[in-house]
């Protein structure tokens, strides 16, 4: 993952914290770009919803290649929440760690490859 994406998604978990936030990375030709998007969850300190406008208008914009997500005061071990939802999006995870700054990526789904 490119160094200025993961850059843009710590930026988020900061601006959202003590909120988990989330997001989704877009390609555009050899274009990557991270798009902030609303958590709609309740509670959202605890897991995320990304709003279904905010997924529409990415996948609008590019090919989604990872769906994003923060921990706040949390390691970046996936939750049995995260594999269950990652298993069913089919499309690579990040999770990362704030404010300790941790990132876990690529977490992919077992497709069976």
């Known amino acids: 993952m490119r160094p200025y994406i993961i850059q843009s998604i710590m930026d988020h978990a900061k601006a959202e914290y003590p909120n988990e936030c989330c997001g989704l990375v877009i390609q555009n030709s050899r274009k990557q ?3 902030c998007c609303r958590n709609t969850a ?3 300190t605890e897991q995320f919803s990304i709003h279904p406008a905010d997924y529409a208008e990415a996948e609008d ?6 769906i994003a ?7 970046t071990q996936p ?11 089919q499309i690579p995870w990040v999770i990362v760690s704030w404010p300790e700054g941790g990132i876990f990526v690529p977490f992919y789904a077992d497709c069976g490859d």
Request: hydrophobic fraction near 30%; charged fraction near 15%; aromatic fraction near 4%.
């Open 33 to 35: 770009q991270y798009i």
């Open 79 to 89: 939750s049995q929440l995260d594999i269950a939802q990652r298993d069913l999006s």
């Open 69 to 75: 997500h923060s921990h706040p005061d949390a390691t």
């Open 42 to 44: 309740p509670p959202p």
């Open 61 to 66: 914009t590019g090919t989604i290649i990872a």
